[in-house]
């Protein structure tokens, strides 16, 4: 017998995410990765322009985080979190409470973004029982908004394609536009007209990322947020996806003045090496469980919350992002997105190019060729091209947008834009 390749083996024994395997192309072995370049195994490289799914911050392999998980997994590989503690949780927890925007004093930990909301939307929900408020059950939540794929995430994310087999299932949740220049006032009136029996509320500051790259202004969601705390609903910051650099300062919520109670980390948080979630909340919410009564504990874990090796991997990324010459790397592709949107994306098939927008370090914008039955095909087309000029992109139907690494490299941001540009020609032709 031949020896099988690795796309056949895998057929035989594996499921893939967001995948319908009757129509998906091999998946392509990749061998290695290296900064912002990822190998396969015929040895061609892609420029990894999305951050294998918006994680990656520092690039593939990073040398200085490897060897930091390398001495950690030779030290203390994982122990129960309760009853124990560790140094790398410990001193996560302290770099991380201390950047944070907002006054937030505890880290509970979990291992992937939906865990770091769960625990965010059980903690505020089970305030109120805490504090006998029971009256207080209902959740507001943004349209389009995406906050993962468990249950409770689901639940509070925009209803549509993803969530539409467990309808049934989802709890009923309040849901709002995302704050413009019209609306202040009817989203004002209608979260006072609900405040009492309103939980808490659910947003991704700035940035919609799943829903399809919505950005929307600082200045109106903090009025938003101000109408939410009168009424004295709890915030909730995921910060999973714009944590880190993403839009371009450490954490989205440190351009919107008031505070969120919880904020939600997963993502970036250790550079994209190590699956790790952690949800921050201020003393307020903390000191609400504390009772002699056993059932105000918060009754919540997983076997591998605050795990060694990810809290490390944690550590690691954290003292390369706060490098000046990584916050440099931001600011420049912060800079460059701009220019390149304002110079050069504009006048580039003007008419096929729609709502182009950046913030940080994503940019983002629509291509149509008019032809809507073909706007399915548009995301998959333009990624087979990609592929084929050695760059990785994998549009949100026909959202197309770029989320790099910063270790990014000028000439391969140049060749990742010179890409975007030809898209208008390349669909004008499907
Ligand atoms: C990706 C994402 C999640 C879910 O994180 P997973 O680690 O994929 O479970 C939650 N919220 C936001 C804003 C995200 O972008």
Redesign the pocket.
């Known amino acids: 017998m031949p020896p099988s390749s690795l796309s056949d083996r895998d057929r035989q024994v594996i499921w893939h995410p967001y995948t319908q395997h009757q129509q998906a192309d091999p998946p392509v072995p990749v061998v290695r990765g290296e900064a912002a370049l990822l190998f396969d195994d015929a040895g061609n490289s892609y420029i990894d322009a999305i951050s294998s799914w918006?994680v990656n911050i520092h690039g593939h392999a990073h040398p200085y985080i490897a060897e930091k998980i390398h001495v950690q997994a030779r030290q203390l590989e994982h122990v129960i979190f309760t009853g124990f503690t560790h140094e790398p949780a410990v001193q996560l927890a302290e770099r991380l409470l201390a950047i944070l925007p907002g006054d937030f004093e505890k880290i509970f930990y979990s291992d992937?973004?939906?865990?770091?909301?769960e625990v965010a939307l059980k903690m505020a929900i089970q305030y109120w029982k805490n504090k006998d408020q029971p009256g207080r059950n209902k959740i507001l939540a943004f349209r389009h908004a995406?906050?993962?794929?468990t249950f409770g995430?689901m639940s509070v994310s925009g209803r549509g394609l993803f969530t539409e087999a467990f309808q049934d299932y989802l709890f009923d949740v309040l849901f709002i536009d995302t704050p413009d220049e019209n609306n202040a006032a009817e989203l004002k009136s209608f979260v006072n007209s609900h405040g009492n029996e309103i939980a808490c509320f659910i947003y991704?500051p700035l940035l919609q990322?799943?829903g399809g790259m919505r950005m929307y202004q600082a200045a109106g969601l903090d009025g938003l947020l101000k109408t939410v705390r009168e009424n004295h609903i709890l915030c909730i910051a995921?910060e999973?996806?714009?944590g880190f650099g993403r839009t371009g300062t450490l954490f989205a919520s440190e351009s919107v003045p008031t505070k969120a109670d919880i904020l939600?980390m997963?993502?970036g948080i250790t550079g994209g090496t190590m699956a790790l979630?952690a949800t921050a909340c201020t003393r307020e919410i903390f000191d609400a469980f504390l009772s002699d009564d056993r059932r105000r504990t918060f009754f919540h874990g997983h076997s591998y919350t605050a795990n060694p090796i990810a809290c490390a991997a944690g550590l690691a990324s954290l003292d390369l992002l706060q490098k000046k010459t990584c916050i440099e790397q931001i600011q420049a592709i912060t800079k460059k997105n701009k220019n390149f949107l304002n110079d050069r994306l504009l006048h580039a098939g003007a008419e096929m190019v729609l709502n182009p927008r950046t913030v940080g370090t994503i940019l983002a914008f629509e291509l149509t060729n008019g032809q809507h039955d073909y706007i399915s095909r548009i995301g998959g087309f333009i990624r087979q091209k990609a592929m084929q000029e050695g760059i990785y992109l994998r549009p949100l139907g026909n959202t197309i947008y770029i989320m790099p690494p910063y270790c990014i490299t000028e000439e391969q941001l140049e060749k990742v834009y010179r890409f975007l540009l030809s898209l208008p020609a390349l669909i004008g032709n499907l």
């Open positions: 918006w992937n973004g939906s865990t770091a909301v995406y906050h993962g794929d995430a991704e990322a799943a995921d999973v996806l714009t939600c997963s993502k979630g």
